[in-house]
């Protein structure tokens, strides 16, 4: 059984810096395509960012050149680190685990960022 718990998310000004990690439990990790989604009220869940586990990465157009995911397989972690955040950037934050050419897919339960002054 696969867990996922994301951590780091909080209040910060526009222009501020967070760290989000997703600690994931099981064997599968290393094998897993992982990747941060988002939602906020009345909007879709989006993808931000996802990283295979050769460590290819891809970013939504609105994070591109602010935020980085990276993986540590040794730690069963992901990370995103977001720079330079925006108001619009206010949304919960959900870790995704996906076992590639499988329909296996696993949530976490998600962490709240907002970015108010």
């Known amino acids: 059984q696969v867990q996922l718990v994301e951590s780091g998310g909080g209040l910060v000004q526009p222009g501020g810096s967070l760290r989000l990690s997703c600690a994931a439990s099981g064997s599968r990790f290393s094998i897993s395509t992982m990747g941060w989604y988002r939602q906020s009220p009345g909007k879709e869940r989006e993808l931000v960012a996802g990283?295979?586990?050769?460590?290819?990465?891809n970013y939504a157009d609105s994070v591109r050149g602010r935020f980085t995911i990276s993986r540590d397989n040794a730690k069963n972690t992901v990370y995103l680190q977001m720079n330079s955040l925006k108001p619009e950037d206010t949304a919960v934050y959900y870790c995704?685990?996906?076992?590639?050419?499988?329909?296996?897919?696993?949530w976490g339960r998600g962490t709240q960022v907002t970015v108010s002054s």
């Open positions: 990283i295979t586990r050769d460590g290819s990465t």
């Open positions: 995704n685990l996906r076992v590639p050419f499988t329909t296996v897919q696993h």
